[in-house]
């Protein structure tokens, strides 16, 4: 219980709406219990009463019939608003475990999140949080109603005879108890191996969705869809088996129900033959009986499902237990001197290997820099290193004469634009997607921009409000690369940082692109990462990586 408490714990702000829904499951089920319970002894009542003409007369049908009637309308507006309201209520909290999870999520990134795929940090966020579910509506509700119902029906037909009460008061708690107890146990590992089963299907699937145009490429379809079928297969066959324990827990509990009625008919004939109990309430014990059951009947499939509801709560608090590497102050800082980029002697690593050893760079405010280097001699990781994403082991890096760790985040990322590799674009508009570096960024400083970055004839008649695509998928590389620029282009910071811009762009273009980076905002830093060396003459100084060492 003690990985599920978390959560339980998050139910606080929600509470009222807990309550009242379980207020109103009581509500329905006492409804359901007093209906079934007031019509057999009103069945038995009546037929007793007609055996003669002066009984017949002397009953009174009004009153009972009116109970009925109004156990019968409370049961179906309860069953009604109860639904509203619990659903209501998980709703609310998975809305609130979703953002709480996010929350957790975010400032992890990259570092932390890298051995993850986004796919299975996806299925956490969405499927793992509706599994708990399952915690509050069909365990800690319906447990809480049927403890309550259990305790005020056994009251009650205790009133009628004590010995009745205990008999029903012991049955249900043994069949609420310890039939629950063996859903679980017969369930908790399948339901455990149901959660990965269940993942990695969604996994296989959306990569098979995903890289359909390479598999049929390269023939390889037959084989994906052969790993599907098998994945698929494993979660059925565990479907089918928890299936078969839903089928043996309902059996016990329906033997159960049976048996305590059985019970209860044996006890109330031998109270009725020695004139304690009057023969009309036989009836009304038996339908007591056989009704309370309903409180207990749902906790088996709950509680058979508890494993798959903590192996969904362990991976949630997989993720929520990291904390980041990367720990913001609160407090802002003055920036000294706006635009400038150092590295003083800076060593780094993602892991065992040196990426970057003794790297110093001095950037001054205003100036245009190039960095160049083979293929993974570190460019981007100064790129990381300078927006915080990561960090370094050895020197000292600044951002505007100030340390990057003392900086508060939004501090920093107001220091500079970056356009990283690969360009993230997001499903939607032009302009939404150029207004996420600038929300107040007007249609015409939009439109001047793409002018001058050679972009006015793709905007085609819809204009900004052209449809990008899933990631961009509706533009061609080129054009993703140069939106993307604009988008660092939009943002009004000191520094810009462009990491291969020209990148898949022809000569024309690209020549168009770099003018328009110079010239948009001729004070800011610029800090271009290129494999081009043609035109590095333009730049003010150009800095030469090799294998993580700063060449001259
Ligand atoms: N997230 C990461 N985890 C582990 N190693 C990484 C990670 N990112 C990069 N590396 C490694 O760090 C080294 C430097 O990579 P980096 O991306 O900085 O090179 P680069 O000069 O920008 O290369 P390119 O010109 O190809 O973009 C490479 O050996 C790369 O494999």
Not at 236 to 247: H, I
Not at 432 to 442: H, K
Request: aromatic fraction near 8%.
């Amino acid at each position: 219980m003690t990985v599920l408490m978390p959560f339980i714990r998050l139910m606080k702000p929600h509470l009222w709406w807990v309550l009242f829904g379980s207020f109103l499951g009581l509500v329905t089920l006492l409804s359901s219990i007093g209906l079934l319970t007031l019509s057999g002894w009103f069945i038995s009542a009546t037929a007793l009463a007609g055996v003669s003409v002066v009984s017949a007369q002397a009953f009174n049908y009004m009153t009972p019939g009116g109970g009925v009637r109004g156990f019968a309308i409370a049961r179906t507006a309860g069953r009604y608003f109860e639904r509203v309201t619990t659903h209501e209520a998980t709703f609310r909290l998975l809305a609130q475990l979703r953002s709480w999870f996010y929350a957790h999520l975010e400032p992890l990134n990259p570092a932390r999140l890298r051995h993850y795929r986004t796919a299975d940090l996806l299925n956490r966020l969405i499927t793992d949080i509706n599994s708990l579910d399952n915690l509050y509506l069909r365990v800690l509700s319906p447990s809480l109603v049927a403890l309550v119902t259990g305790i005020l029906v056994s009251l009650f037909l205790g009133w009628v005879a004590p010995s009745l009460g205990t008999l029903l008061f012991v049955a249900l708690l043994v069949s609420g108890l310890l039939i629950p107890m063996l859903g679980h146990k017969l369930g908790a590992v399948t339901g455990r191996e149901m959660v990965g089963y269940a993942s990695s299907l969604r996994l296989r699937t959306l990569s098979y969705v995903q890289g359909m145009a390479e598999l049929h490429v390269y023939s390889a379809l037959n084989q994906q869809q052969q790993e599907l079928q098998q994945s698929q297969q494993t979660l059925l066959q565990a479907q089918l088996r928890m299936s078969l324990v839903s089928g043996v827990t309902a059996a016990l509990m329906t033997l159960a129900a049976g048996l305590t009625t059985l019970l209860a008919l044996m006890i109330g004939v031998n109270l009725v033959t020695t004139e304690q109990l009057s023969p009309a309430w036989l009836a009304l014990v038996v339908f007591c009986v056989l009704a309370s059951f309903e409180a207990v009947a749902s906790l088996p499939l709950a509680y058979q499902y508890l494993g798959k509801t903590r192996a969904a709560a362990e991976n949630l608090q997989e993720i929520t237990s990291q904390r980041s590497d990367m720990l913001f102050p609160k407090e802002s800082v003055l920036v000294t001197s706006p635009g400038e980029i150092q590295l003083d002697q800076v060593d780094f690593a993602y892991d065992a290997t040196l990426v970057l050893q003794g790297v110093s760079i001095q950037v001054n405010p205003g100036e245009k820099v190039a960095l160049v280097g083979h293929t993974g001699s570190g460019k981007s990781s100064i790129i990381n290193l300078l927006s915080r994403f990561w960090q370094y082991q050895q020197g000292r890096v600044l951002v505007g004469g100030v340390a990057v760790e003392s900086y508060p985040e939004q501090q920093l990322r107001d220091q500079m634009a970056v356009l990283s590799q690969p360009v993230q674009l997001f499903a939607g508009s032009i302009r939404s997607n150029l207004q996420l570096a600038d929300p107040e960024a007007t249609d015409e400083q939009m439109l001047e921009l793409l002018e001058q970055l050679g972009m006015t004839e793709m905007l085609g008649d819809d204009g900004l409000n052209r449809e990008v695509g899933e990631g961009g998928n509706r533009l061609s590389g080129g054009q993703r690369k140069r939106l993307g620029i604009a988008r660092a282009m939009l943002k009004a910071a000191p520094i810009l940082i462009l990491d291969e811009p020209t990148e898949g762009l022809d000569i024309h273009t690209a020549t168009q692109v770099m003018n328009a980076v110079f010239s948009y905002r001729p004070g800011q830093t610029l800090l271009i990462i290129t494999h081009h060396l043609q035109g590095l003459d333009r730049y003010d100084q150009v800095i030469r990586l090799n294998q993580g060492r700063r060449l001259d």
